[in-house]
């Protein structure tokens, strides 16, 4: 459903026409009122219900130096996260009574990067059988070994942010070697098919200026073998990147659907704002001192939920740069 909303997205923001007909209908009063409408729904939803999505960053080392994304440049201290950290991210879960609708486990980092990552999988898998488990990575470093455990694992999904048609975009673009990551991927997917395994391998392409040209021929040669491409614009990370479109563009701004929905868990156990807030600027909390539902209802972040929920987003330095609150559209997604 994700990823058909998302195909459906890129179609209006890949053109100035669709755009144009976008900003209209979402600076219409009557979509308004319903955004807003769905926005208060869900969250008091949440509240009862406990429901939120989790990413738990496992890692935030990455072998790539994608150029648009802030990892490379990033200054927060980076490791792998400690099983003790997240056996007590785990035990607060279940204690507290929060009721997990996904766990991603590479928001910031290249996963595979972490030699417990498979006992993690397990560890989830073991305390929440039926919540979907998935990360993303550029699967450069999965060797034939991983790639089996890769396939014999409890993991739902992956997404491999590929971002390239050719060798010399991906160079540049992400840093790494283009034959060795299509070699596993290409290797992955045959391995899946014979094995029969439950893993959907998705397909993610971050469009850029260097690689724009080559978006359609990307979709046509890969579409048949995944389970799913995603392309959508680069963004600038709440202002910390360059967005690449050149664009100055008004858009009209709604509360952001992953504040609301979804809890970040850093390697360190700290419980940032969200999944944009790299640095770790805004804190609510950290799991080995503080209970995750009391964290993300702090006062720093209930005050920046508030300015959401009354529509003063542009008076949030992050948030009024962030791609994650253009034009309400995640709300009309289930």
Known sequence: MLFLFNEIRNWFESS????????????????????????????????????????????????????????????????IMSMKVFLKTIERIKLEGIDPTYFNLGPNGEP???????????????????????????????TPKLQV????????????????????????????????????????????????????IYLKLA?????????NSFINKWKDKVDGIGVSWIHSWAGSMANGNGSNRQIPRYPCRTL????????????????????????????????????INSLKIKRIKELHATGKIERINKCSQCRFCERGLYWLVK
Do not use: W
């Not at 080392?61 to 201290?77: D, E, G, Q």
């Not at 975009?169 to 990551?181: A, E, H, Q």
């Not at 156990?269 to 969200?274: A, F, R, S, T, V």
């Open 112 to 142: 595979l990067i972490d030699k417990q990552l498979f006992k993690k999988i397990r560890i989830l898998y073991k305390n929440f059988p039926k919540v979907n488990i998935f990360f993303p990575t550029n699967l450069s470093l999965a």
């Open 260 to 295: 609301f929905d979804q809890i970040n868990i850093q390697t360190n156990g700290n419980i940032p704002l969200c999944c944009v807030d790299m640095e770790g600027d805004i804190i609510g909390g950290n799991v080995m001192n503080n209970k995750i539902l009391s964290s």
């Open 207 to 215: 469009a850029n200026p260097v690689n724009k040209r080559t978006i």
């Open 16 to 79: 100035t026409f669709g755009l144009s007909l976008l900003d209209l209908v979402t600076r219409n009063i009557f979509y308004k009122k319903y955004i807003y409408y769905l926005f208060r729904k869900k969250v008091e939803l949440n509240q009862i219900n406990k429901k939120y999505g989790f990413t738990i960053e496992v890692t935030s080392f990455c072998n790539a130096k994608c150029t648009f994304c802030p990892n490379s440049k990033m200054k927060r201290h980076k490791e």
């Open 149 to 200: 455990k890769l396939v014999n694992s409890k993991l739902d999904n992956i997404c491999v942010s590929l971002n390239a048609n050719n060798a010399k975009d991906y160079k540049s673009i992400m840093n790494l070697d283009f034959k060795t990551t299509t070699r596993n991927l290409n290797n992955l997917i045959k391995l899946r098919n014979k094995s029969k395994s439950k893993l959907k």
